[in-house]
Every structure is written in structure tokens, then in C-alpha cells.
């Protein structure tokens, strides 16, 4: 990961069922914006159906391997440790947490 700061991470803890949350997360995504899936969020990897933003795309392995889905995720999504999700945290000059 760099070491640059960026302008906002966003973290998605909820569905993909929640499709307001979604659209309102998306809409709210400028250029240089990241995404963290994280709790129930990582099962919006499994569809090919959606419509992802150009935006570097991260995903707790830890909510990923509970559920079971690690071989089955978007490979446009980088998996991370807590530590590295932590780090990562820290390269953006905010967070939104989704929810």
C-alpha cells in the first residue's frame, strides 16, 4: 500500500440488499476514493451484476473467509488484514462508514 494521503475511504458494512445505501455510497464517490467491504458489505463482491465505481476496491479477509466466499469474490478486490485496514485508514483524510 502507499504511503500517500488521499481524500476519503469509504466503509461499507451493509448488504447489497440495502440498495439505497448503496446508490447513496456510490453517488458520494469523487475520483480518488477508495472502498472498504467489510461484515455483511463483502457479499456485494459475489455479484457480477454490479455496478462497482472506478474506485480501488478492499474487503476485510476476515468477514470474507467467515462467510465462506473467498474464492468467489469480484477479483477487482484486494483482500486485507485488520492491521493492513488499519493502515489504510490512515492514508485517507477521512471516513465514511456506511451502515
Request: glycine share 4%; proline share 2%.
Amino acid at each position: 500500500m502507499k504511503h500517500s494521503i488521499f481524500e476519503t475511504l469509504h466503509i461499507i458494512s451493509k448488504g447489497p440488499s440495502d440498495q439505497q445505501l448503496y446508490q447513496n455510497a456510490f453517488d458520494s464517490m469523487l475520483e480518488g476514493d477508495a472502498i472498504v467491504f467489510t461484515q455483511a458489505g463483502v457479499y456485494s463482491l459475489l455479484s457480477k451484476d454490479f455496478d462497482f465505481p472506478e474506485q480501488l476496491i478492499y474487503a476485510l479477509s476476515i468477514d470474507v473467509d467467515a462467510r465462506g466466499l473467498s474464492q468467489k469474490v469480484d477479483k477487482r478486490s484486494t483482500l486485507i488484514s485488520d492491521a493492513q485496514f488499519v493502515a489504510l485508514c490512515c492514508q485517507y483524510k477521512k471516513t465514511i462508514s456506511w451502515f
